[in-house]
């Protein structure tokens, strides 16, 4: 009843850090009580939850690397009864009802501070984690998961909230019906009227490829749920009924072909495979795993004797399918032949040639099977290059009749299509090939990704938009048919971000996690409160709060002044005072809950501030990519060197690193592989969101969770169309609040601030999306929401850094320090002066002035890397000339003398690599020179380094050239 009351409250208003500080103390004094008390009461505890408590957990620790994928250890997880089987090993996993005999237990348990699972550079889990599962396993490992069945049927089609992405059309072979892939669907309409024949309803959300069998009876698809399983469905035209569905691999399928008798189909997969499968049964007749990246198409040759496939490995092989056996690369194999990887492929139906195109735009027609002696590099199979179209080839299409042919590309949002007739004199070689071109269309702001022809040349197009368009062999627009209003379209519910709600649910968090926290806090977490009796005066960072936006927040800075004149932090300690505008996450986050103006009341003890607000733009729920999107893939890691931002990405998908191209990541969410990232028709089932949410397996973990900032972000984006605006404006510098900031105790916890200012004058707390780092973990470290937390005396550099922009600050912990009195020192120069500040800030005591005899040795092994001579010794000893003279003067002698000029040439030429190995005898030699040359005439640094920077040509000539030639970066 206690913990109902409390969290009741919670739901009734957001509480503050303190009203929740207050709310917690009193449930811990409840639940610790002594008997007699209201602890009397017996606590029932519920059983443990597979599906609400073990499997969230597992999501996001465990399925990234134990997939149906990637299954390390042969240990698979999404699958319940592998999750029970074990692994390679050959323990039994889970043994319900015993814990202890359960191998996964011993594995996930930390033996010194670490866990053989999982693997680093994931954290152990936690203690109270693991007793979860403990608990799970002992009381049965039960398997409450619903099963729902499918979740849409021809009786309950899909709806539609948003224009489709259209990836794959297909003409039947009398061209009467036109097949579309849509979502969950293949969609079949009457190619004269537009006219809705039938829905095609399976359990894969994401249809890749669709075709029509040669007699027209028979429709296949493929396609699948993206990261977790591929589907084959063969579908009865005519009555609508499905007559084949197998999943094959663990993700989607593309590229659906059938042979030339109907009896099979081919197909290509993301694990590098291509398959065939007999089309009545489902079995598996043909495998080849010769490629070296996802498939992309697939096609039977004319006698049905082999399969031709594409992939993004930029090759094309062909496999003979009763032996199953690679035969040949019917493109040049050379490294970087071709450009970029192929996405499509046709064949001509009566001549053993095949077109393919891809990522270059290059249409190319190739003989399938090799008429000259194989030789590395040759690409003697090449035909005809037709001219190049503007972005990367999705789809190539060859007329039935085979006397047209037809690409599509698309780039940066527009498309185009061209279509020539198909006439290849073999008789010529290929620079002398020309082809006549009978279509020419551009699609601007569209991206389409798929096409097909008639006998007579004419086209039809499916787009991004949820459209398809028919066009007249001379490229004159028939007619639209948009697939959103056949489907049932419905209105997108485009609610915001909800602030009260998110609020209400992270400070519920930290009641849920009390009986952890009482019972085992972590190390080093206490941090003292302040006795309110001693602050004379209270400052709030910053002094007025505008936000226009439902997803921008601001982060308050709390510091109290004491009567002593210490600055203390008091940001988890100070009340704000309710208002109804205004949701108070805990840490001092303010949110705006609707359009309003007027005061905030921030107080601790008797000292209070008023902060004035303003909140506009409450309904303004558009997000744009540069200044929202971009900013929580970078602070969810999706762009960092570690994940999808390195070199080669991470599984087939790359962005650029930390997101400093904006339009290469745009192509490789929307342009690439048919935007099979997101799905605008059912932003929920976006690859882009499934990820990060846990409900797809994905090696990073579980970053959000429905209904957080980020999550609505990423959605409204999603169902919003993922535009790209190139104008907005960018961050131009950060600041970071408050400046050099000390603390006092080293349990003590420091909150910052970060504020973004943009090209257009316009600024933002991005506090939660910087990237916040000390330099010196030893001394303080950066954890979550933008604080500092202090471990032992000394100085941190903190540095914050967010699109682009950095700032920085230093954090200094004193310690105790009582006793402490500044002590006098000669100050002789500027450098003394600074140095004497900093041990002033500080409160340190500095060591006694060094003694001559221990100067002299200092400075020659400093400046000269040598000791000093003994006469040398003798006579600075014993010359009377007063102190400081006598150390500026030997200064002076060192400075610029031979013994200099050697050291410090020596030290330059190894931090500017010189080397013989890579410069050779005369260039190593001509570049030390330069080098030492610098050095004895004390050539300005940033004088060196524009000399290095700008070198060019010979080496020899011009010296410092030698470093580019030298660094292996």
Request: hydrophobic letters at 40%.
């Amino acid at each position: 009843m206690i913990i109902k009351t409390i969290m009741s409250a919670h739901r009734n208003r957001a509480y503050n850090a303190r009203q929740l500080g207050v709310t917690v103390g009193l449930l811990i004094s409840l639940i610790l009580s002594p008997a007699g008390s209201a602890s009397d009461v017996p606590l029932v505890e519920q059983p443990v939850s597979f599906q609400a408590d073990v499997l969230p957990l597992l999501r996001t620790k465990c399925f990234g690397c134990h997939q149906g994928a990637k299954q390390l250890g042969e240990y698979q997880m999404t699958e319940f009864a592998g999750l029970l089987r074990g692994g390679e090993s050959g323990e039994t996993a889970i043994v319900p009802g015993d814990a202890e005999a359960s191998y996964l237990i011993t594995q996930i348990v930390p033996v010194g501070g670490i866990a053989e699972m999982p693997k680093s550079p994931q954290q152990p889990l936690a203690p109270a984690e693991i007793e979860l599962i403990r608990r799970w396993i002992n009381e049965g490992a039960n398997n409450d998961l619903v099963a729902t069945g499918p979740r849409y049927t021809s009786a309950n089609p899909p709806q539609y909230l948003g224009p489709p992405t259209i990836p794959s059309i297909d003409l039947s072979p009398d061209e009467k019906t036109l097949a579309i892939a849509g979502n969950y669907e293949v969609i079949l309409l009457d190619s004269a009227s537009g006219k809705q024949l039938s829905r095609l309803v399976g359990m894969s959300p994401r249809i890749n490829s669709v075709a029509f069998s040669h007699d027209g009876a028979s429709l296949a698809a493929v396609g699948g749920t993206p990261g977790e399983v591929g589907e084959l469905q063969v579908w009865n035209v005519e009555t609508g009924q499905l007559q084949l569905s197998k999943t094959i691999t663990y993700d989607t399928l593309t590229g659906v072909s059938w042979s030339p008798d109907d009896s099979h189909v081919a197909l290509g997969a993301n694990d590098n495979t291509v398959r065939a499968i007999d089309a009545a049964t489902g079995e598996q007749i043909l495998y080849q795993g010769a490629h070296e990246d996802w498939i992309r198409d697939t096609v039977f040759t004319n006698d049905g004797k082999h399969v031709v496939s594409v992939a993004r490995d930029m090759t094309c092989k062909l496999t003979e399918v009763s032996t199953q056996r690679f035969v040949d690369n019917v493109t040049s194999i050379t490294p970087g032949a071709l450009s970029g990887g192929l996405s499509s492929i046709a064949i001509h139906p009566q001549r053993d040639e095949i077109v393919v195109g891809g990522a270059d735009g290059i249409v190319k027609i190739y003989r399938v099977f090799r008429n000259t002696a194989r030789k590395i590099g040759d690409d003697a199979n090449l035909l005809q290059r037709l001219p190049a179209l503007a972005g990367r080839i999705n789809t190539i299409a060859v007329s039935r009749s085979g006397n047209f042919l037809a690409a599509i590309a698309t780039i940066d949002n527009n498309s185009e299509v061209r279509v020539w007739r198909y006439y290849v004199d073999t008789a010529k070689p290929v620079s002398e090939q020309t082809a006549a071109q009978t279509l020419h269309y551009q699609l601007p702001g569209v991206a389409a990704y798929t096409l097909d022809l008639t006998n007579d040349g004419a086209v039809w197009i499916g787009a991004c938009d949820g459209t398809v368009r028919h066009l007249d062999p001379a490229g004159a627009l028939l007619g639209e048919f948009h697939v959103a209003d056949a489907a049932a379209e419905t209105t997108l519910d485009a609610a915001a971000f909800d602030a009260e709600q998110w609020t209400r649910r992270q400070n519920e968090q930290i009641v849920n996690s009390l009986n952890n926290a009482a019972t085992n806090p972590p190390s080093g977490t206490e941090s003292a409160t302040v006795d309110t009796d001693t602050i004379t005066t209270l400052t709030i960072s910053p002094a007025k709060l505008r936000l226009h936006t439902p997803y921008e927040y601001v982060q308050l800075v709390a510091v109290a002044t004491l009567e002593d004149g210490q600055l203390i932090d008091v940001t988890n300690q100070v009340v704000v005072q309710p208002h109804a505008a205004v949701a108070v996450q805990s840490g001092g986050l303010i949110r705006p809950l609707s359009d309003a103006a007027g005061e905030l009341i921030v107080r601790i003890g008797t000292q209070q501030q008023a902060i004035p607000f303003e909140f506009t733009g409450h309904g303004n729920v558009g997000v744009d990519f540069i200044r929202d999107v971009n900013p929580v893939l970078s602070r969810l890691g999706c762009n960092q060197g570690t994940c999808h931002g390195a070199q080669k990405g991470k599984n087939g998908f790359r962005l650029s690193l930390r997101g400093y191209d904006p339009i290469f990541d745009i192509r490789a969410l929307t342009d690439d592989l048919a935007a099979r990232r997101i799905n605008p028709a059912a932003p929920e089932s976006s690859l882009m969101l499934r990820k990060p949410l846990g409900l797809t397996p994905h090696e990073g973990g579980t970053l959000v969770s429905p209904g957080d900032p980020y999550h609505a972000i990423l959605r409204q984006w999603i169902a919003a169309g993922s535009h790209l605006n190139l104008d907005t404006p960018r961050v131009t510098s950060l600041e970071l609040f408050p400046s050099n900031p000390v603390v006092q105790s080293t349990s003590a916890h420091q909150q910052v601030r970060v504020v973004a200012y943009y090209a257009d004058g316009t600024s933002r707390d991005v506090t939660r999306e910087a990237v916040i780092e000390s330099g010196n973990t030893e001394v303080a470290t950066a954890q979550s929401g933008g604080v500092l937390r202090a471990i032992r005396r000394g100085e941190a550099p903190v540095l914050a850094r967010y699109e682009g922009a950095y700032a920085a600050t230093t954090l200094t912990v004193m310690g105790d320090r009582e006793g402490y009195h500044t002590p006098q020192v000669p100050e002789w120069n500027r450098i003394d002066g600074l140095v004497a500040q900093k041990w002033e800030r500080m409160q340190i005591v500095p060591s006694d002035i060094a003694d001559d005899a221990t100067f002299l040795r200092r400075i020659h092994l400093d400046l000269t890397g040598l000791p000093p001579a003994s006469a040398i010794v003798r006579e600075f000893l014993a010359d009377p000339t007063p102190t400081q003279e006598k150390r500026n003067k030997i200064i002076d002698q060192l400075i610029g003398n031979d013994d200099f000029v050697v050291f410090w040439t020596n030290k330059w030429a190894d931090l500017l690599q010189v080397n013989r190995k890579f410069l050779g005898v005369e260039g190593s030699r001509t570049y030390r020179e330069w080098i030492r040359q610098a050095v004895a005439e004390n050539r300005p640094y940033d004088e060196v380094v524009r000399q290095i920077l700008t070198a060019s040509g010979s080496n020899h000539a011009n010296p410092p050239a030698s470093y580019f030639k030298g660094s292996s970066d």
